[in-house]
């Protein structure tokens, strides 16, 4: 049984969103929302609507911003995360722990960027990659 579902988004931590967002809008002809802050999450993002998925593009706000050692070590900005959509996000969990996987923080679902229960998992685990969990 397959536990993954849709790609929810790809996410890109960037220095400066704004020019970040104007090379989505204006080179590639994108879709762009506006900036929106997420104060609990320590970034501000900005939405790119594709057809088949979205990009996100994350820029740090406040003292401890999660994405701020990331940006250190890739001051151009550069991929932090893929974000996988599944039906039951605590049936997910379950099954990755199960099967050695790595929940960061507390290992409870926190409410993402947009309103729904997320969980991270370590990179180590999955091909060095950031994964988001999202309750579709
Ligand atoms: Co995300």
């Given at each position: 049984?397959?536990?993954?579902?849709?790609?929810?988004?790809?996410?890109i931590a960037v220095p400066d969103i704004a020019a970040?967002?104007?090379?989505?809008?204006?080179?590639?002809?994108?879709?762009?929302?506006?900036?929106?802050?997420?104060?609990?999450?320590?970034?501000?993002?900005v939405f790119v609507e594709l057809p088949n998925t979205?990009?996100?593009?994350?820029?740090?706000?406040?003292?401890?911003?999660?994405?701020?050692?990331?940006?250190?070590?890739?001051?151009?900005?550069?991929?932090?995360?893929?974000?996988?959509?599944?039906?039951?996000?605590?049936?997910?969990?379950?099954?990755?722990?199960?099967?050695?996987?790595?929940?960061?923080?507390?290992?409870?679902?926190?409410?993402?960027?947009?309103?729904?229960?997320?969980?991270?998992?370590?990179?180590?685990?999955?091909?060095?990659?950031?994964?988001?969990?999202?309750?579709?």
């Amino acid at each position: 049984m397959p536990m993954i579902g849709r790609l929810n988004h790809v996410a890109i931590a960037v220095p400066d969103i704004a020019a970040a967002a104007k090379v989505y809008e204006e080179t590639l002809g994108a879709k762009v929302s506006e900036q929106v802050p997420q104060p609990d999450h320590g970034v501000t993002t900005v939405f790119v609507e594709l057809p088949n998925t979205k990009i996100e593009l994350l820029e740090p706000l406040g003292e401890d911003s999660p994405i701020a050692a990331f940006l250190e070590r890739n001051k151009t900005g550069g991929m932090h995360h893929v974000c996988y959509e599944v039906e039951d996000i605590i049936a997910a969990r379950d099954h990755l722990v199960a099967n050695g996987g790595r929940v960061l923080g507390s290992g409870e679902p926190k409410i993402g960027a947009h309103g729904k229960p997320v969980l991270f998992l370590h990179p180590k685990d999955f091909c060095g990659t950031l994964v988001e969990l999202e309750q579709a």
